[in-house]
């Protein structure tokens, strides 16, 4: 099992910047992905980026170029710089991580919320 803590979300006007942070205890061995994801209210959950083990990343169109992703292997924690906020990245961001092979354990964290006024 591995439990995931989220923090860093928060109010924010347009155009500001927060940074989430996910850190990971229990079986931490090889999280290979971690990643964030989002849901707005009466929408889906959508992915919004994920690192893998060797640091390559994958970006959702709508963030490329406003948000960066980032790990710390040392403490097992996934980061998320989040840039030039608009009022639709409103959302309750998720940090998700998955082990063993082909990814097939996938742990959730509780999610932390991130409004931006405009």
């Known amino acids: 099992q591995v439990q995931l803590v989220e923090s860093g979300g928060g109010l924010v006007q347009a155009g500001g910047s927060l940074r989430l942070s996910c850190a990971a205890s229990?079986?931490?061995?090889?999280?290979?992905?971690m990643g964030w994801y989002r849901q707005a209210p009466g929408k889906q959950r959508e992915l919004v980026a994920t690192?893998?083990?060797?640091?390559?990343?994958n970006y959702a169109d709508s963030v490329k170029g406003r948000f960066t992703i980032s790990r710390d292997n040392a403490k097992n924690t996934v980061y998320l710089q989040m840039n030039s906020l608009k009022p639709e990245d409103t959302a309750l961001y998720s940090c998700?991580?998955?082990?063993?092979?082909?990814?097939?354990?996938?742990?959730w964290g509780q999610g932390t919320q991130v409004t931006v006024s405009s």
């Open positions: 229990g079986s931490t061995k090889s999280l290979n992905p």
């Open positions: 998700n991580v998955r082990t063993g092979t082909y990814g097939r354990n996938s742990f």
């Open positions: 690192i893998g083990s060797n640091g390559d990343t």
